[in-house]
């Protein structure tokens, strides 16, 4: 919750009175920022997870190991620039530029303090407001996805191109639930400019209001930015680096300053969304100083940095998901709860405008039965999967005559009865040649 006296808050109109050297001054601090913000998010990641996992971290280069972010940024522009053969050079050259620059372009509406003083000039401390600023982050995060997608199939090989596929499908699912999530953010805000959504959370911010639409949102940030335990489209384990694999030098690096770029900036949204932006958290709220000047700037980075923190935590505790995870995650959980929720969020503004409107109840009525009707499949669903893992559930045949459980196949084991299956016949079907061997002898058990 926030509130405090309120002073100077921006508006559409602001933004067409700036002097030109106070936006490129603006654009230079954004650009500052976030490129400091990923040195420090490189050191402060790599030191947290150490603890976690009991081991010191960068304990060398400078005090407490500070400098090592600053030692990697100065390897890597020297690191020998290998270019295969193969590649399709234009567009292997430009992928990387595809990826980082709407990185930097997205942070631009973001609002992180009020009006201010600038040298005798007042301005917003934001580069710049739209009254759809928040279509375009999306739109600028969808055209990172590109510059994945041009890297996998630029690079000409399996693994780069195995990345680029699960990249591509990975923000199709999450990048439909985070647009559906901000869906009620607009309903009870009247627009989609951030300024103005910033403004309509003087008194409760929407992470309260609409609960559902935050933790979605939360959760599909970390898959638009791949990061753990939803980094399929760079999982090391199975497919080397991805759609990173061929790229090494700078545009690797970019390809790295882009990630926690894009990690800042998904927070920044969140904060700004549903977090009160650059409002003081209550208690401090009370303090009628609290939402002026600049104090709003140290209120606006403390929230971003718990973001950033909490997926630092991720990673350092969860493992990688399979791929199928992933996917029933995006289309059988969260689309249709942020379907079902913003359905039951507009007949609430509805009813609230007009109590007596039988269109109202009839589709509050439908909510009702959509959120049962969702509620009971995902129970059937949970329940049969179950069923089909225990150790004495039957196992079906495959196309390939082989026995599946819950649509996996399953290896033939040291023993002639798995699961309820006759293994011997199974494998003389999928094995013509070997007759009438048993199972042992087949597998050489």
Known sequence: MSGGVLAADPTLSDFNQLIWWLVLLKVGIVFVFLLLTTIFMIWFERRVIGRMQNRPGPNRAGPWGLLQPIADALKLPLKEDIVPTTVDKLVFVVAPLLVVAPAFISFAVIPWGPVVSIFHHRTPLQVADLPVAVLLVLAMSSIGVYGIVLAGWASRGPYSLLGALRSTAQVISYEIAMALSMVAVFLYAGSLSTSAIVTAQQHFWYAWLLPVSFVIYL?????????????????????VAGHMTEYSSMKFAMFFLAEYINMTTVSALATTMFLGGWRAPWPISLWSGANTGWWPVLWFLAKVFILLFCYVWLRGTLPRTRYDQLMALGWKILIPLSIVWILLIATIRAWRNDSHSTAVYAVGGLVLVLIIVL??????????????????????????????????????????????????????????????????EVTGA
């Not at 599946?404 to 309820?420: K, L, Q, S």
Request: charged fraction near 25%; glycine fraction near 10%; avoid cysteine.
């Open 375 to 440: 509620v009971t499949l995902w129970d059937n669903a949970a329940v049969r999967r179950s069923e089909s893992l225990r150790p004495d559930a039957p196992a079906t045949d495959g196309a390939d005559g082989l026995p599946e459980i819950d649509g996996f196949p399953v290896p033939p084991m040291d023993r002639p009865h798995y699961h309820g299956l006759d293994l011997d016949a199974a494998i003389t079907r999928t094995v013509p040649s070997a007759g009438t061997a048993t199972a042992k």
């Open 219 to 239: 959760v599909t940030m970390v898959g638009e930015t791949n990061r753990v335990p939803f980094d399929l489209p760079e999982g090391e384990g199975e497919i």
